[in-house]
């Protein structure tokens, strides 16, 4: 029998995995030694052609510029046609009930999407590709704005069709994957024989998960209610997204049952967080003053303090420990937050006209501190280390 290709750094958690999940970890496992192909060919040959030009021909695909393409490589051209084409479990019609339970409870399902998911998401060896180059080191809050944006833009009606700012972002979203994959092959921090490939199809499957069905979970868990239409209209958008990404359906979870599986199995199979998994976690948290315009002293401070308390609530003391959160208690904090959901659609209830306007304050707001820029940029990183990079 063909040994298993994995990362090294699996291969102990993965012989910890019962019987029954086997099979789901050996998928897992090999998907750690995989990136996507396809997409880095075209990078490549993109930027054979220099900088400028690459960006010019990239945004002239993403915006369907016939013209701006009259000179486009072929494998771009093929490249953007197959992604055009949906899965055929994709149905655009049934996006509704997802996006609309979204903007009804966006202000609970964020704050479980930036304390809970966003940190479980890197506590993978996908942190280690974030710390070596730089990514958190010299623009923090900038790349939370950007997680921000693009959960807000998928979530936008008509946000995944083929113009959509969802569909654009997801598509770019692969492309910075598969240039900073190519970049970080070649250096020297990266050991491919321990880690596997960077930003590999297993992390991003992980983290897809994490952003779908655990974000389903979190966000009951302090009463934001879905109903089964709803819930599987979320897991749909987040999945197609997710496609879009570039994971291959060889692992892309197809329902929230499969994505919770594949997220409890993977974190078997991953090692103990090491130290980038802590150095992005606390720089997450951390951020959260800074994304609303604080500095780190009075409310700032205040507000830091509290963010890890509801970080620690949401992934658990186990893990929070792990990732050296300081110490909080923690007891009563979600049923809080669950009484103050409740409350809240009550007080809704009683004044008419208040839930629309709460709704439209609290999208305000998370527009406010997710768009920096009124424009999707398409340029990728030239370098490995951030700080060496032209701005991306």
């Not at 003053?289 to 409310?299: I, K, N, S, V, W």
């Not at 709704?359 to 030239?382: A, K």
């Amino acid at each position: 029998m063909q040994t298993l290709q994995m990362g090294s750094d699996y291969r102990a958690g993965f012989e910890t995995v019962p019987t029954r999940d086997r099979e789901l970890a050996t998928n897992f496992c090999a998907h750690t030694m995989i990136g996507d192909p396809e997409c880095e060919a075209v990078v490549e040959e993109l930027f054979a052609l220099g900088d400028s030009e690459a960006y010019r021909l990239i945004k002239a695909a993403m915006d369907e510029d016939d013209k701006g393409l009259s000179d486009a490589p072929q494998s771009l051209l093929d490249f953007f046609e197959e992604i055009s084409h949906p899965p055929d479990w994709w149905d655009p019609s049934a996006t509704d009930p997802g996006i609309q339970s979204f903007h009804r409870h966006s202000d609970m399902i964020l704050q479980a999407f930036a304390a809970g998911v966003l940190v479980e998401g890197f506590t993978t060896n996908i942190a280690r590709s974030f710390i070596i180059t730089g990514r958190l080191r010299d623009q923090g809050v900038r790349r939370l704005k950007n997680n921000n944006r693009h959960v807000i833009e998928i979530f936008w009606p008509d946000g995944l069709e083929r113009q959509g700012d969802g569909w654009k972002l997801s598509v770019r979203i692969r492309l910075v994957h598969a240039q900073v994959r190519r970049l970080l092959r070649d250096a020297p921090d990266w050991e491919r024989e321990a880690w596997g490939d960077p930003i590999s199809a297993a992390h991003l499957a992980f983290a897809a998960s994490a952003f779908s069905a655990r974000l389903l979970k979190h966000s009951r868990r302090i009463g934001v209610p879905f109903s089964k239409e709803e819930s599987d209209s979320f897991m749909m958008i987040w999945l197609y997204s997710a496609y879009l990404m570039g994971i291959p359906e060889t692992i892309l979870p197809r329902s929230e049952a499969e994505a919770l599986k594949l997220y409890d199995v993977a974190r078997i199979c991953e090692p103990y967080p090491d130290f980038e998994s802590v150095i992005m976690a606390n720089a997450l948290v951390s951020s959260v003053p800074l994304l609303l315009g604080l500095t780190m002293d009075g409310e700032g401070a205040e507000l830091r303090k509290l963010a890890y308390t509801v970080a620690r609530a949401f992934i658990g003391d186990e893990l929070a420990d792990q990732l050296k959160f300081p110490p909080a208690k923690t007891r009563g904090i979600i049923k809080q937050m669950w009484l103050n959901t409740k409350l809240g659609r009550f007080k809704r209830g009683l004044v008419p006209g208040k839930s629309r306007a709460d709704r439209f304050n609290n999208f305000s707001g998370l527009v406010e501190v997710s768009v920096y820029d009124d424009t999707i940029s398409y340029r990728l990183p030239d370098h490995v280390y951030s700080e060496q990079s032209k701005r991306w």
